[in-house]
């Protein structure tokens, strides 16, 4: 056994021994440095999330799981104070926002109730217990305060996942609540105002690898419910390569689907 490939095994051992939150931060906390090298699913939510904010002042925004602050920027512009929150340390040290930044886990917000005018959160609350975070979100916006959030739900990556069902019975993407959960999770709360609505997004690549490639990148390749905790084999790649061509496109390339549902509360 080579040194590098029994390193390779200390560290997934190391890294199953630890809880579903600090996988998740782990994940994320490797991508700090190439996570926008791969968000293009994310700039184009984000976007979309954007352009549901009203174009006015805000006194005080949280960008809730702000990751690496692809939308600093333009949520600087609308307020006086922007605070940029995420469960990544190394996340927060590449954003770019001047503004105050915390590490914290959004389960257990460590804010003051009643004191943002706007929560945004882009592609985060996917990975968290969405009851509770917002619950935490309602607790900490003022009166009238909004929230603009995005997710991602069930028929996210369709084409992936069938195509490892052509090999196992394991589990290798992560299992997203369906939009009925999440219209039944809004409409139950406390909001005066709620609105959901599912979008679908697919993009395009020149090979499964590539995918494969972009997901590591974003640190999205995180999965609760696996099995087969080691790496995959060769020739398993190999037959889930073979399954996923039954989708290709005219062009030969690759397709991956996103189910995206953008969340507008208002308290």
């Known amino acids: 056994m080579t040194k590098q490939f029994e390193s390779q095994l200390i560290a997934q051992d190391t890294f199953q021994q630890l809880s579903q939150r600090e996988k ?7 991508s ?13 939510v ?13 006194k005080r925004i949280l960008d809730l799981g702000c990751g690496p602050g692809l939308f ?6 609308l307020t006086t104070q922007l605070i940029s929150l995420d469960l990544s340390k190394s996340m927060l040290e590449t954003n770019p926002s001047s503004g105050v930044k915390i590490q914290s886990d959004s389960h257990k917000l460590p804010l003051q109730p009643n004191c943002f005018d706007l929560v945004f959160s882009s592609l985060m609350i996917q990975w ?30 369709i084409e992936l996942q069938q195509a490892w069902s052509a090999v196992d019975n394991d589990t290798h993407i992560h299992q997203y609540s369906t939009f009925e959960d999440i219209e039944r999770i809004v409409n ?23 995918l494969a490639k972009e997901l590591k990148l974003l ?14 084999t060769k020739n ?20 991956a689907t996103y189910q995206v549902v953008y969340i507008t509360l208002e308290k």
């Not at 969405?130 to 929230?147: C, D, F, K, N, W």
């Not at 037959?239 to 996923?244: G, P």
């Open 24 to 30: 998740i931060q782990t994940c994320f906390s490797n």
């Open 32 to 44: 700090a440095q190439t996570y926008r090298c791969g968000a293009q699913l994310q700039q184009r």
């Open 46 to 58: 984000g976007q979309t999330c954007l352009s549901k904010i009203a174009n006015k002042k805000y």
């Open 72 to 77: 600093a920027p333009e949520l600087e512009l």
């Open 128 to 157: 968290c217990n969405i009851e509770t975070v917002l619950s935490e979100i309602h607790q900490i916006l003022r009166p009238y305060g909004q929230a603009v959030i995005s997710t991602l739900v069930s028929g996210t990556l």
């Open 188 to 210: 139950s709360s406390d909001w005066k105002k709620t609105n959901a609505e599912l979008a679908t997004i697919s993009l395009k690549f020149d090979s499964v690898l590539s």
């Open 219 to 232: 640190g999205a390749n995180f999965v609760k419910d696996r099995k087969n905790k080691g790496l995959v």
């Open 236 to 255: 398993k790649w190999v037959k889930m390569e073979q399954a996923y061509q039954h989708n290709c496109g005219s062009d030969n390339s690759i397709p």
